[in-house]
């Protein structure tokens, strides 16, 4: 069974940019199914999602207010990982983010553990 695991900092300061990577293992990110996905949850909110990698190699984003355009999402099929960059970070962007590998549109997610693989998620926190 796929494993994920993500990676980054713990802590950034307001208006740098988050950058956080998920290491795949046991299965590849140019495999023909499965959407590649990063999501977030930040302290009594419902599970949010951010964008994912499509089978085809394509990006998706969340349109919401909330991302406004501050999100990329890239892979590195050598090295079988994605990567999440959030530009002009505030403390509204502190949170559990997760990487996972969906077997459908993350937007369907409504709660951890839904529709696939998930990584154990890692907290960052914005602060000065």
């Known amino acids: 069974q796929v494993q994920l695991q993500e990676s980054g900092p713990g802590l950034v300061k307001p208006s740098q940019t988050l950058s956080l990577t998920c290491t795949i293992s046991d299965d590849s990110i140019t495999a023909n199914s499965g959407y590649w996905s990063w999501l977030r949850q930040s302290p009594g909110k419902r599970i949010l999602w951010i964008g994912y990698v499509h089978p085809n190699g394509n990006t998706y984003y969340n349109p919401s207010l909330t991302f406004r355009g501050r999100t990329s999402i890239s892979r590195d099929t050598s090295k079988n990982h994605f990567t999440l960059q959030l530009t002009s970070v505030n403390p509204e962007d502190t949170a559990v983010y997760y990487c996972?590998?969906?077997?459908?549109?993350?937007?369907?997610?409504?709660?951890?553990?839904?529709?696939?693989?998930w990584g154990q998620g890692t907290q960052v926190t914005v602060s000065s």
């Open positions: 996972a590998k969906l077997d459908r549109n993350p937007i369907a997610v409504n709660a951890k553990g839904d529709y696939g693989s």
